[in-house]
């Protein structure tokens, strides 16, 4: 008989969506002919964009004839997709080079896999509320975790407790769910710590598309010294409708090492890509040529218009909340709006009055964390006119 990994025991059932949808089933078999708006998902809706879709026939074309045909492609990614992502880096002020950038099939398998890099028995600290992928791909490996807390007081934006040591560090700016930013100050503030404590921070910044205030950083790699202390992950899958289509980047800077037991200098850059290069044979030649189109001008002002979209939801939702009084997170730099419940409510309380009064579905806060219990997640994701509907139900009922 195997031996299983028993670390599977120790995981909570991952209930929340399901939990939802069993809800929203069970609502709408007993309420038939009621529209339900659903602001509760975490997935774009808008088609791809004109470029990218374009680039994807080519794609699919080149694969028609022998002399352009692609078979196995370089697990590093294609090299004129890693350039592409080191141009768009400088456009935001950002250097890195084609060596530190790997393709994937996006950012999900790469937050989860790069805990194979890591041994068993560091300490790992992660917000709270967090997107659950961090905790779960920990917990599988047994290791131990940390919280550190995301609440009102902090913005839920935690800072480094200097009392505390942590090995590997996880951050998500903007963040899921509560779509906070950091600021440079606040991520220096970070970088600092890891440096202090010869930590290593993996900073999601899925969302970066959604920063729209100069000052914010949309990469960590904007702050001194990250190179020496951050992996960063990103994503095709926000920016630009490729949530379906799969195409993340992971930046390991080649400046990235640390010290083994035997006093040799592990490069995490050079263990990515063993890893990488043993477990994964690359992102589709189609996918990756459709990539490529995202990031050239004309495809970047049509990303840009897809995003604009979404934020004027995100926008009716935020000026609705202002209007009832209600405080909330996000909204302006993340397509997220994280807010306290009314009434005192905790998160799955107000999840069924909203659903039961308005026939609005949300996303109870209590899925991401203790912090999270009296919260309520909202996302720009849907259409303009069910946002504007769901959100004249919602200045009825409060
Ligand atoms: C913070 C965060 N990181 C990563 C992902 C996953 O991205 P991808 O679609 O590239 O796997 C999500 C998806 O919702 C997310 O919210």
Request: one cysteine or more.
């Amino acid at each position: 008989m195997p031996k299983l990994n028993e670390n599977y025991l120790k995981m909570k059932e991952n209930y929340l969506f399901a939990e939802i949808a069993h809800r929203v089933d069970k609502y709408a078999k007993e309420h038939p002919g009621q529209k339900i708006i659903r602001l509760g998902i975490g997935d774009v809706t808008r088609p791809l964009e004109a470029a990218a879709l374009k680039a994807l026939h080519e794609g699919v074309d080149a694969m028609a004839a022998s002399d352009t045909f692609m078979g196995y492609g370089p697990e590093h990614g294609y090299l004129f997709l890693r350039e592409a992502i080191v141009a768009y880096y400088a456009s935001n002020g950002v250097s890195i080079t084609p060596e530190d950038v790997f393709i994937s099939d996006g950012a999900k398998s790469d937050t989860g896999n790069i805990t194979d890099l890591f041994a068993d028995d560091n300490v790992i600290l992660i917000p709270d509320p967090v997107y659950p992928v961090y905790v779960d791909s920990n917990v599988m490996s047994g290791r131990r975790i940390l919280y550190i807390d995301g609440n009102a007081d902090n913005d839920f934006l935690p800072l480094p407790d200097k009392h505390i040591h942590a090995d590997i560090i996880y951050l998500c700016s903007p963040n899921n769910p509560t779509g906070a930013a950091y600021t440079k100050a606040q991520l220096k503030a970070w970088v600092d710590y890891a440096l202090e404590n010869e930590a290593v921070i993996l900073y999601d910044s899925a969302y970066e598309a959604y920063i729209t205030d100069p000052d914010l950083p949309r990469s960590i790699f904007a702050i001194e010294g990250a190179k020496k202390c951050a992996i960063e992950f990103c994503s095709l899958s926000k920016t630009a409708g490729f949530t379906g289509t799969r195409l993340g980047y992971t930046i390991v800077p080649t400046e990235l090492t640390f010290t083994a037991s035997s006093g040799e200098t592990m490069s995490l850059n050079a263990m990515w890509n063993r890893r990488q290069t043993t477990k994964f044979n690359g992102t589709s030649y189609i996918i990756q040529h459709g990539a490529a189109a995202v990031f050239t001008k004309e495809g970047m002002a049509q990303c840009r218009e897809n995003i604009r979209y979404y934020q004027e939801n995100a926008r009716m939702i935020g000026q609705m909340l202002t209007k009832k009084g209600i405080r909330f997170f996000g909204g302006k730099n993340s397509p997220y709006i994280w807010f306290e419940c009314p009434m005192g409510m905790d998160s799955w309380t107000f999840f069924d009055y909203l659903l039961d009064h308005g026939q609005i579905v949300g996303t109870p806060g209590a899925g991401f964390g203790k912090n999270g219990r009296n919260y309520f997640r909202l996302t720009s994701f849907g259409l303009h006119e069910n946002t504007r509907e769901a959100m004249e139900r919602f200045d009825k009922l409060f």
